[in-house]
């Protein structure tokens, strides 16, 4: 495996890559040497600095996974990255703590005036009443996105003795941050004496907080953005900083960074940092350590927390759902090998007790399965694959018994239904296929035989495995009546040749014949 770092990354990150991959590592690369590194390199890891867009990813030769060791994932084309299959993935827990304290630290410096007390010392200058501030004590917060770097802002903000407001669209009431009072973005404009941005810049946010917005505002309102450069319409902020609607603002971020030229940093009542959110030792070993950890299960197939174009689970559900993904990924590929007819919708099914995150992560995992039998396709765009095939995809759940997974697949000639599950010792096993009950290892090289119930007929396909020289290691058949039709399981020690796979078709008496390989 080769892992390609294009922004430079801590060397407790880089070390661990290393014992496990080859790794090419770049401070800050030009675009030339990124479309020429990314030809031969399995994993991606970037900063805010390196754009990975539709040219990068058609350069990509074998690209599987981009890593970026922050928070927004606004540099690269996720969109592009899904529809090849590409896993994209981010660390949004490293940086908060030291967002929220960069944001807290922003407010205080502004309000106590110390940048500039401090240059007026340096030039000589001791006059105190020219820099009066005033407390966070009393004041009103209104915190713009309550995501995890809002929610920690909030609850800092409450040991200042604070009032916080806050407004989220997608946090429901009861699940608001304690001690922050949900309200609508109207009423947070209009009352709050601070206000801070924390959302990612998207089409709904940027210039979320223009002329009009900044219109609804107390006057002297003091404007804080860690978040993204454009949520705060740049140039409306510096009229209003002019007229003094906007009594004071403190950026780390900016529309275009560098910034240079920037109208905003020649106003009076204005604070400004170089991106330094995430900024810290703390947090940049963190990133470090977890975009390398993530990079590294992503090559080995496994689910990551910080899925961007994947369902994210947090560390305890990863432990859960990890003895789970052998069954997902058998039941997949066993029914698209047992099914020699194309499907026009898959259902697949969930039995017993399982989370709605990680049945997103075994659903994706299974059809991905289903479909690699007649294309390239994995977990990542799996959905995308079955859409633009037209192949209709729905999940049925039953909380009783047992955890097991189905799958349905409808064809034009008929319908298909598989059902597995583990056992005790975490094995996969087959437990029906369509009507016919069974139960068999789902394991190495198998044989689906579906035949007429009559003497002769298993014996005969036993025989020429013989002749091929392929041991028999198990073999199970399930059959609803006597002289009906039966379904043989046979596994084998070997492949077996589509030459030899023909032959048992020819043979009187059998119905169909699949070889699937696990």
Avoid at 356 to 385: D, Q, S
Avoid at 475 to 480: D, E, K, P, S, Y
Wanted: with cysteine.
């Amino acid at each position: 495996m080769r892992v390609l770092i294009a922004d430079g990354l801590e060397s407790s990150g880089v070390e661990l890559l290393q014992k496990h991959a080859e790794v090419k590592l770049y401070k800050s690369i030009d675009r030339d040497t990124l479309l020429f590194e990314i030809a031969d390199s399995d994993a991606l890891i970037v900063r805010s600095a390196t754009l990975v867009d539709a040219e990068v990813f058609r350069a990509a030769g074998r690209l599987k996974v981009v890593g970026r060791a922050g928070v927004g994932v606004n540099n690269i084309d996720v969109a592009e990255a899904t529809s090849r299959g590409i896993l994209v993935l981010n660390v949004p827990n490293c940086n908060t703590n030291a967002a929220a304290e960069h944001t807290i630290a922003l407010m205080l410096a502004l309000v106590r005036h110390i940048p500039d007390a401090w240059y007026a010392l340096k030039a000589g200058e001791w006059n105190r009443s020219r820099f009066m501030g005033c407390e966070l004590r009393g004041k009103t917060l209104g915190i713009v996105g309550l995501g995890r770097i809002g929610s920690e802002v909030a609850k800092k903000a409450q040991a200042f003795s604070m009032r916080v407001l806050g407004y989220d669209p997608y946090v429901h009431p009861a699940a608001s941050p304690p001690g922050v009072e949900l309200v609508e973005l109207g009423r947070l404009f209009g009352e709050c004496d601070i206000i801070t941005v924390h959302t990612p810049l998207t089409e709904h946010t940027k210039a979320l907080i223009g002329k009009e917005q900044i219109q609804m505002m107390k006057d002297g309102v003091i404007l804080i953005n860690c978040a993204r450069g454009g949520i705060i319409d740049e140039q409306a902020l510096a009229e209003a900083l002019d007229s003094g609607k906007v009594g004071g603002a403190a950026l780390d971020v900016f529309a275009s960074e560098p910034p240079f030229p920037c109208e905003l940093l020649s106003k009076k009542n204005i604070i400004a940092t170089p991106h330094l959110g995430a900024s810290t030792r703390e947090a940049q070993e963190q990133n470090a350590i977890s975009v390398a950890r993530q990079v590294l299960s992503a090559l080995a197939g496994e689910p990551v927390e910080g899925a961007v174009n994947m369902p994210s689970l947090d560390p305890e559900q990863l432990v859960t759902i990890k003895p789970l993904l052998p069954l997902a990924d058998a039941l997949g590929r066993f029914a698209g090998g047992a099914s020699r007819q194309s499907f026009r919708s898959v259902e697949i099914g969930f039995h017993g007790e399982c989370t709605e995150n990680a049945k997103k992560v075994l659903w994706a995992r299974c059809l991905a399965g289903v479909l690699a039998h007649v294309t390239e396709v994995n977990p990542v765009n799996a959905a995308e694959v079955a859409r633009r095939r037209g192949i209709e995809v729905a999940t049925r759940h039953m909380e009783e018994g047992p955890f097991k997974m189905s799958i349905s697949l409808e064809g034009r000639e008929s319908m298909r239904y598989f059902e597995m599950g583990l056992s005790s010792d975490g094995r996969v096993r087959v437990f029906r296929i369509d009507d016919y009950p069974v139960d068999f290892p789902v394991e190495g090289h198998l044989l689906v035989v579906p035949h007429r119930d009559k003497p002769g007929i298993i014996g005969r396909v036993g025989t020429q495995m013989g002749r091929e020289s392929i041991n028999i290691a198990g073999m199970q058949v399930g059959r609803l009546q006597k002289g009906g039709v039966a379904v043989m399981l046979m596994q084998v020690d070997e492949q077996v040749p589509r030459r030899l796979l023909e032959e048992i078709r020819n043979v009187e008496g059998i119905v169909d014949a699949h070889y699937i390989s696990l």
